[in-house]
Antibody, heavy 124, light 109 residues
Framework: EVQLVESGGGLVQPGGSLRLSCAAS????????MNWVRQAPGKGLEWVSY????????YYADSVKGRFTISRDNAKNSLYLQMNSLRDEDTAVYYC?????????????????WGQGTMVTVSS | EIVMTQSPATLSVSPGERATLSCRAS??????LAWYQQKPGQAPRLLIY???TRATGIPARFSGSGSGTEFTLTISSLQSEDFAVYYC???????????FGQGTKVEIK
C-alpha cells in the first residue's frame, strides 16, 4: 500500500523549533519529488515547501523562507521539515504530499498521495 | 502570486442532484489545475488533475472542465459520501507556488 506517515508535531513556544518527519512506503520514494502543505485550524490549504527527488531543487513559500528547511533521506524513505523561529501563525496541521508523476506520459504535477497530517501548535 | 477564487463558498445540494463548483484563476494557469476533496479530520484526496483527468480510483460522477482561468468541477449525482470540502489548486507556476482556492463546502440540503 502506498502510504505517507507524518510524525513530530506537538506544542512549542513561539521562537521554538520542531522537526517533522514523513515516512514513505509502498512506492519508490527516491523517484518522486515531495511537498509539505499545511492547514491552519478551520482554514484552507497552503503549500509550504518542495524538494526534488534528488534534493537538487528546493523551494519555500515566502511565509516560511529563512525559517524552515526541507530535506530528505532516500535511503531511509523519509522526508523532513525543520521548523525554526516558530510563530503563532505557523499553527496548523502539516501534511507531506507526493507530487504526481506519470512515468508513461511524463505528466507531472498535483499532489496524489497525502499523509494523515501532524498537528503543530505554537503557543505560550 | 496567482490567486485562486472558488465559488460558491457553500453549496447546498440534495442527494442525487448535480453539483457544480467553480474555480477562477487571477491569470492563466493553462490546464494545470487540480481538484481535491477533504472530509473532516482527513487529508485531502486528489480527484482531478490536468483540469479534466480523473485520478486513479475516482468515480466517473466526478468530472472537471475548463482551461486558462475558468474551471468547473461537476458531481453528476451526489452520493452521501460526497459531502465534503472541495479545493482547487493551480500548479502552473509551481514550484514554488501551487496556490489553493479557499474551498467550497458541499452540504446536504
Amino acid at each position: 500500500e502506498v502510504q505517507l506517515v507524518e510524525s513530530g508535531g506537538g506544542l512549542v513556544q513561539p521562537g521554538g523549533s520542531l522537526r517533522l518527519s514523513c515516512a514513505a512506503s509502498g512506492f519508490t520514494f527516491s523517484s518522486y519529488s515531495m511537498n509539505w502543505v499545511r492547514q491552519a485550524p478551520g482554514k484552507g490549504l497552503e503549500w509550504v515547501s518542495y524538494i526534488s527527488s534528488s534534493s537538487s531543487t528546493i523551494y519555500y513559500a515566502d511565509s516560511v523562507k529563512g525559517r524552515f528547511t526541507i530535506s530528505r533521506d532516500n535511503a531511509k524513505n523519509s522526508l523532513y521539515l525543520q521548523m525554526n523561529s516558530l510563530r503563532d501563525e505557523d499553527t496548523a496541521v502539516y501534511y507531506c504530499a507526493r507530487t504526481y508523476y506519470d512515468i508513461l506520459t511524463g505528466y507531472y504535477g498535483a499532489f496524489d498521495i497525502w499523509g494523515q497530517g501532524t498537528m503543530v501548535t505554537v503557543s505560550s | 502570486e496567482i490567486v485562486m477564487t472558488q465559488s460558491p463558498a457553500t453549496l447546498s445540494v440534495s442527494p442525487g442532484e448535480r453539483a457544480t463548483l467553480s474555480c477562477r484563476a487571477s491569470q492563466s494557469v493553462s490546464s494545470n489545475l487540480a481538484w481535491y476533496q477533504q472530509k473532516p479530520g482527513q487529508a485531502p484526496r486528489l480527484l482531478i488533475y490536468g483540469a479534466s483527468t480523473r485520478a486513479t480510483g475516482i468515480p466517473a460522477r466526478f468530472s472537471g472542465s475548463g482551461s486558462g482561468t475558468e474551471f468547473t468541477l461537476t458531481i453528476s449525482s451526489l452520493q452521501s459520501e460526497d459531502f465534503a470540502v472541495y479545493y482547487c489548486q493551480q500548479y502552473n507556476n509551481w514550484p514554488p507556488g501551487g496556490t489553493f482556492g479557499q474551498g467550497t463546502k458541499v452540504e446536504i440540503k
